[in-house]
């Protein structure tokens, strides 16, 4: 018993089978051995009767297209990490580092928090007490020291903003470019690859297949794929040949039994003897 494995088709290469097969098929006039199509099986017909047949009909390709797979696989796995520049990473030693940059961040958070909510205090107390009908006098000094506070909020949130923004753009000048290739474009290498498998799915499966099928009489397009195609293999397992016991033996007579002849016990002993 053997059998003959056709690749499994991923389903993002099927497209590509099914492009190549419409294309072929839109253009089968063009094509000399191809020029029947449409006498006595149309172009849907044949497409389903490939569908049908994918299995065989990419087993003709199937050593390009097991390289095209590794390659590409290969182009999508990450490669080795890109060193990244010893100033990105590492401070200069120049630089005040550590409890420095830790205060001015804290600094910058807390800065328009504090103030902002002393403004807010200092303003509310200062103004109520000049609504009443005597006010005391340091109720205008409560109101200075409350828009000098509101000044500092917003100068501190103009700071915290500034800083910010430097940070974002510091971070996006650093920022490494991914390695995988957009907009649809594969490398060089996979492409190759790719045009390689395309060609021998197109000359040792599509057409053979086609052809076959167009020059059997006796295709049913309504029928399963036919599994003995010129030039592609046959999928599937061969069944062993057994035979019956009986099978090829000589037939002669039954061997036959006869009982034993066993006789009447009519003896009377040495003064009779047997009749």
Do not use: C
Not at 220 to 241: E, M, N, Q, T, V
Not at 246 to 271: I, K, L, W, Y
């Amino acid at each position: 018993m053997h059998m003959n494995s056709a690749p499994h088709l991923l389903s993002e290469d099927r497209a590509d089978f099914e492009r190549i097969l419409d294309d072929v098929l839109r253009n089968a006039h063009d094509r000399p051995d191809l020029t029947s199509v449409g006498e006595r099986l149309n172009t849907e017909q044949l497409r389903t009767m490939a569908l049908n047949a994918t299995a065989p009909i990419t087993t003709a390709a199937a050593a390009e297209y097991e390289h095209y797979r590794k390659i590409r696989e290969e182009s999508r796995s990450p490669g080795p990490s890109v060193p990244v520049r010893d100033s990105v990473l590492e401070p200069d030693a120049s630089e005040p580092t550590g409890s420095g940059a830790g205060l001015t961040a804290v600094v910058t958070v807390l800065l328009p928090v504090l103030g902002g909510t002393a403004a807010v205090i200092f303003l509310l107390v200062g103004y109520l007490l000049k609504a009443l009908s005597r006010p005391p006098a340091f109720a205008d000094s409560l109101v200075a020291v409350g828009w000098f506070f509101g000044a500092v909020t917003a100068i501190g949130i103009l700071a915290a903003a500034t800083g910010l923004l430097i940070t974002a753009l510091r971070n996006s000048s650093t920022q490494l470019p991914a390695e995988e290739p957009t907009g649809g474009e594969l490398p060089d290498e996979v492409a190759r690859a790719r045009e390689a498998w395309r060609h021998a799915l197109l000359e040792r499966g599509l057409l053979p297949f086609l052809r076959a099928a167009l020059a059997d009489p006796s295709t049913d397009p309504a029928a399963p794929p036919p599994r003995s195609i010129k030039h592609l293999p046959k999928i599937g397992y061969s069944r062993p040949d057994f035979t019956s016991p009986d099978e090829g033996a000589t037939t002669g007579q039954r061997p036959s039994f006869t009982s034993p002849d066993f006789t009447s016990p009519d003896f009377g002993g040495p003064d009779h003897p047997p009749e």
